[in-house]
């Protein structure tokens, strides 16, 4: 958790301190109820069972504490985790040693906002004005924990640009004794 922490920035007091939020949101969206009033909900009674002061069922400060979360809290959690599944896996679960990692990757569109196209702009196979901001997301996936290792996103280019380029800035998080699956596999959001 000190990896977490030193990448938490420093906040005032708040009913939604960073690491509460994060833990808040990991709960959320494993949770069958999904709702942000679930998780006001539940912050309320965790504060009333601790004898804290109440805080609002409003989801406002919920909703604006997860827009705070730093990137790099999140991206080291997630690195963090997907690490220690990897290591702490039975050595019978390589395939003859060596860890399998898979790359996969998918497309998401956006609001049309400005700050969504500046972003991630459309592809030019688009008419001007036409369509939404389309982003790609490549991961790198242990293929016997299931973890995500590695990630990259950038704006979709068009039809026939490919995952390779991603596959490429993610290759640090692979070494040259695994196995991976992309070589000149096509893109699987197939833009």
Known sequence: MGTIEESAPVFRHRHYPPLTTLRHFIEQVLSEDQACQDVVGRRLSERVGQRQSTCSLNTSAYCQARQRLPQE????????????LETRLPK????????????DGTTVSMPDTLASQCA???????????????????????????AVLGHAVS????????????????????????????GQTPCPCNC
């Open 120 to 146: 991630f702009p459309q592809s030019a196979e688009q008419q001007p004005g036409l369509g939404f901001p389309v982003a790609r997301l490549s991961g790198l996936i242990g293929l016997a924990s299931g």
């Open 155 to 182: 704006a979709c280019e068009g039809k026939g640009s490919g995952g390779i380029p991603q596959g490429q800035v993610l290759q640090n998080h692979i070494l040259p004794s695994e196995i991976n699956n992309w």
């Open 92 to 103: 019978s679960w390589r395939w003859r040693g060596r860890r399998l990692v898979l790359f």
């Open 73 to 84: 809290m999140v991206d080291r959690l997630y690195r963090t985790t997907g690490e220690r």
